[in-house]
């Protein structure tokens, strides 16, 4: 399986962090290679938010490198997550404007069939922003906004997060064990 995992600058990097921990553990048990793209704001949010460096587990490109494999069609990767994602990405997604890496990339899943994924993290949301996540699930894009759910009854933030990070996952078609609706899982 090929993904591509882009990190915008909105808040939530706890968000990306999570996932990219669980596709490492994902990668021992199948085989995986994913692709990292972060936009320019990305690393900034990230280590203001976390206090900790950028993992180096994946392959990792510039927000502007279009020599990148998953900037063409060509290269076979047909599914991405944009987690968090920034109502930015969002209204450049929605408009189709293929500025940099992040929406390049989104723009040749979209028209080789593939699967994207958007995790917005913003509050409140505006008429322009619900407007341009309406425009993306219509045009097939899965919107998964980082809204936790509690059913489990999360005793940490990183089980909370992880309620949104797993749904994810399960979109990819990534098999991981998980506390499930129902009593599934551990």
């Not at 500025?99 to 723009?107: G, S, V």
């Not at 489990?152 to 309620?163: I, M, S």
Request: overall charge neutral.
């Amino acid at each position: 399986m090929k993904l591509i995992v882009a990190i915008t600058g909105a808040s939530g990097s706890l968000y990306a962090d999570r996932l990219l921990y669980y596709l490492a553990e994902a990668r021992r048990h199948f085989p995986l290679e994913v692709g990292v793209v972060l936009s320019e704001n990305a690393l900034t949010v990230w280590e203001w938010e976390l206090q900790k460096p950028f993992p180096e587990t994946f392959a990792r490109y510039h927000h502007k490198d279009y020599f990148a494999p998953f900037a063409s069609g060509s290269a076979g990767y047909k599914q991405m997550v944009i987690i968090p994602c920034s109502m930015g990405t969002v209204g450049r997604l929605a408009a189709g404007l293929s500025d940099d890496l992040i929406t390049r990339a989104a723009d040749v899943v979209l028209k080789e069939g593939g699967k994207l994924i958007v995790v917005p993290r913003e509050t409140p949301l505006s008429v322009l922003h619900l407007e341009n996540l309406a425009k993306l699930a219509r045009l097939g894009v899965v919107v998964m906004p980082a809204m936790p759910s509690f059913y489990h009854r999360p005793q940490t933030v990183e089980e909370l997060v992880d309620t949104v990070v797993l749904r994810v996952l399960d979109h990819l078609g990534i098999e991981v064990e998980q506390r499930r609706w129902g009593g599934g899982g551990s």
